[in-house]
């Protein structure tokens, strides 16, 4: 070991406490800017993201990147955002929607036309792993505000889905001042809801090529905004509060003993603090040692006259800081419609059974978040179907023959055997067919001998 210069030590401690002033007197002049929690102000006269929420057009695509990157960084770092998402995958694709092929009413449809279609779509369904994708497209939506969907047909009329990235969809610097063509979407003339194209890495792509699902704006607003963008703030003062609630708690019970030596000088407690030491470490760079004292279980402090004792760990008082981490949860599990125990894990104060009956809030939000999912997946089987015919797999009559059920799973709390006894009765007066009721009921339904 090399011997220690102590001028030379002394000069490298003078010159850390030097950086170290200079670093906390330091002011960045962009701190004005940003509020609390980091989150910048809106510039005057763009409108704001308040314009998006409200169903206005957002002002540019570096914006709405922002925006959708503030959200992503929440879905992957948040642990109540991931919950969140997560829930919200489980309610609306649960174990998967199932499909079937049904005639149209009045209709004389041969079984195998229906045969037909059926394989033509179990084919999409197994090719395009469409359950894990079902699950990504509500985490996309969720996330991102949006969700693209690419079609690539081949020649036998087999259909694969891909997606794409919203990032990759954006107008090119030459097209920026053309009419029309704005955030990557290229509308019709008249009609801004009817659109013509997207821009997918500058390149126009017709828009039956293309699938846009887009979230929380109105119909003629061109993009979507992500799901917790209202809540990003709250998201991260809970995050915030949880972690200095751990950090103060873990301070607190680390320190185990406090003395305090009501008339000891400096040099004295010094001294005092070294004579009772079980090992002291001296640090070159500060110049300051270190002393540690070991107390085993069970161990006995005798004080001097006027030394006194303090166990700091007694005082922590947590539940304090519960209450504000509650409210801040409570107003993130309202923007979702969802029960707080949803967002928490936390069911002590909910009961799954009252929560999700057939008239409760968060079953009727589920419900239409289903029945917007369907809605959507009913144009992709349309679209897989229409290839198969352009192809000549399937007749040219398939479209207008036929209907395609999508069942999502059930989400209100059930009495299977009621439920089985309602069914049986509509199955018995023909106003449903045994197959959707076997589907209801997450059952293969059986041909008929």
């Given at each position: 070991m090399q011997p220690t210069n102590p001028r030379i030590d002394h000069l490298e401690r003078r010159l850390v406490e030097a950086f170290d002033q200079l670093w906390n007197d330091f002011v960045d002049p962009s701190d004005a800017l940003y509020d609390v929690d980091g989150t910048r102000w809106n510039l005057l006269g763009s409108g704001g993201a308040l314009g998006a929420a409200t169903g206005q057009a957002v002002i540019d695509q570096?914006?709405?990147?922002?925006?959708?990157?503030?959200?992503?960084?929440?879905?992957?770092?948040?642990?109540?955002?991931?919950?969140?998402?997560?829930?919200?995958?489980?309610?609306?694709?649960g174990s998967g929607h199932r499909y079937r092929v049904v005639p149209k009413p009045r209709r004389d449809v041969s079984e195998e036309l229906v045969a037909g279609a059926k394989a033509v779509i179990d084919d999409f369904l197994q090719d395009n792993h469409w359950h894990k994708r079902q699950q990504e497209i509500v985490r996309r939506k969720d996330r991102d505000g949006e969700c693209f969907l690419r079609f690539f047909s081949a020649a036998d009329g087999s259909v694969r889905v891909r997606f794409v990235e919203?990032?990759?969809?954006?107008?090119?610097?030459?097209?920026?001042?053309?009419?029309?063509?704005?955030?990557?979407?290229?509308?019709?003339p008249s009609d801004v809801e009817t659109v013509d194209a997207y821009y997918?890495?500058?390149?126009?792509?017709?828009?039956?090529?293309?699938?846009?699902?887009?979230?929380?704006?109105?119909?003629?607003?061109?993009?979507?905004l992500p799901l917790f963008y209202p809540v990003r703030k709250n998201l991260r003062r809970a995050e915030k509060l949880l972690r200095n609630?751990?950090?103060?708690?873990?301070?607190?019970s680390a320190i185990a003993i406090i003395r305090k030596h009501r008339s000891a000088t400096a040099a004295g407690l010094e001294q005092f603090v070294a004579d009772g030491a079980d090992l002291?470490?001296?640090?070159?760079?500060?110049?300051?040692?270190?002393?540690?004292?070991?107390?085993?279980p069970g161990t006995i402090l005798d004080a001097a006259a006027g030394t006194d004792y303090e166990f700091p760990a007694a005082g922590i008082d947590a539940a304090k800081f519960v209450v504000v981490l509650q409210a801040e949860l409570r107003a993130i599990a309202s923007r979702l419609v969802m029960p707080e125990f949803m967002l928490t894990s936390d069911a002590s104060n909910a009961n799954y059974s009252s929560t999700m009956v057939a008239e409760g809030p968060a079953v009727k939000m589920f419900e239409r978040?289903?029945?917007?999912?369907?809605?959507?997946?009913?144009?992709?089987?349309?679209?897989?179907?229409?290839?198969?015919?352009e192809a000549g797999r399937l007749p040219p009559e398939t479209l207008t023959a036929i209907d395609v059920q999508i069942i999502p799973p059930t989400l209100a709390v059930r009495d299977?055997?009621?439920?089985?006894?309602?069914?049986?009765?509509?199955?018995?007066?023909?106003?449903m067919p045994p197959e959707t009721m076997a589907l209801r009921h997450g059952l293969e339904p059986v041909s008929a001998p």
């Open positions: 570096q914006q709405l990147g922002e925006i959708r990157a503030q959200c992503r960084a929440l879905a992957v770092t948040n642990e109540f955002a991931i919950n969140g998402h997560e829930n919200r995958v489980s309610y609306i694709v919203p990032d990759q969809v954006a107008t090119p610097p030459a097209a920026a001042s053309l009419p029309h063509h704005g955030l990557g979407v290229i509308t019709s997918v890495d500058g390149q126009a792509i017709d828009a039956a090529e293309i699938q846009h699902r887009k979230a929380n704006v109105d119909g003629h607003v061109r993009r979507g609630m751990s950090i103060v708690a873990e301070i607190q002291s470490v001296a640090d070159h760079t500060t110049g300051r040692t270190t002393h540690f004292r070991r107390y085993g978040l289903q029945h917007e999912m369907i809605e959507d997946d009913r144009e992709v089987i349309r679209r897989v179907l229409s290839a198969s015919v299977r055997l009621k439920d089985a006894q309602a069914d049986q009765i509509l199955v018995r007066n023909g106003a």
